[in-house]
């Protein structure tokens, strides 16, 4: 079963606005890491954020983590026709040494 | 270009035959993953090796095998096939595994008609 859940499963703005997706997962983690998938695509990995952080920066993107409700969150500010893909969570599982997808968001950035 | 070369990109096949699906790692890592994709079941582990041993095995039928060789490059092998098996395989590879992120290649799309 996934053991990361995103929300919402599809997501449209225009450019320039912010796009908000959310990740639920349902045991302990090490990290929770996010990837990128333009469409019928590899998965290129965007940004890691371990269990002892609660927020993190890279570019345009701003992830948070709340290991109390099992959430991580990804903002990307001021969207681009170009971020239009899907995007995943995946989480490492303490103990496991392989990562578990969630089922993604396709996000739709309009010019 | 991510480093991780799968081969082929495209295949077609007809129920029941066999197929092997390549993988090439990026140049250094010794861990090598494989997914299946499809749109229903969404990203799926199907077996993890590292340095030419099994390490983790997900949801893999008996049908499909994997092996990884001494210069490191992957193997996936799929056998009986049937319709339902049409998806995406992707390789992953990775330097220090699951906490530091995988790298993956473009995919193998498998089309069983």
């Known amino acids: 079963s996934q053991q990361g859940e995103e929300d919402p499963q599809a997501l449209s703005i225009q450019e320039g606005e912010n796009a908000t997706m959310n990740c639920s997962y349902k045991?302990?983690?090490?990290?929770l890491q996010w990837y990128r998938q333009n469409s019928g695509r590899g998965l290129v990995h965007l940004i890691l954020i371990r269990s002892n952080e609660r927020e993190k920066h890279s570019g345009r993107l701003r992830v948070t983590l709340d290991t109390s409700k099992k959430s991580s969150s990804l903002l990307i500010t001021a969207s681009r026709a170009a971020d239009t893909a899907s995007y995943f969570c995946?989480?490492?599982?303490?103990?496991?040494?392989?990562?578990?997808f969630g089922k993604g968001t396709m996000l739709l950035v309009s010019p | 270009d991510s480093g991780v070369t799968q081969t082929p990109k495209h295949l077609i096949t007809a129920t029941g035959q066999r197929v092997t699906l390549r993988c090439s790692p990026r140049s250094g890592d010794l861990s090598v993953y494989w997914y299946q994709q499809s749109l229903d079941q969404g990203l799926q582990f199907l077996i993890h090796y590292y340095n030419g041993e099994e390490r983790a095995k997900g949801n893999i039928l008996e049908r499909f095998s994997a092996q990884q060789f001494p210069d490191l490059h992957s193997e996936l092998n799929l056998s009986s096939l049937e319709l339902g098996d049409s998806a995406l395989y992707f390789c992953?590879?990775?330097?220090?595994?699951?906490?530091?992120?995988?790298?993956f290649g473009s995919g193998t799309r498998l089309t069983v008609v």
């Open positions: 992953a590879s990775s330097s220090l595994g699951a906490n530091y992120g995988y790298t």
């Open positions: 995946a989480t490492a599982a303490s103990g496991y040494s392989t990562l578990t």
């Open positions: 045991t302990s983690i090490n990290n």
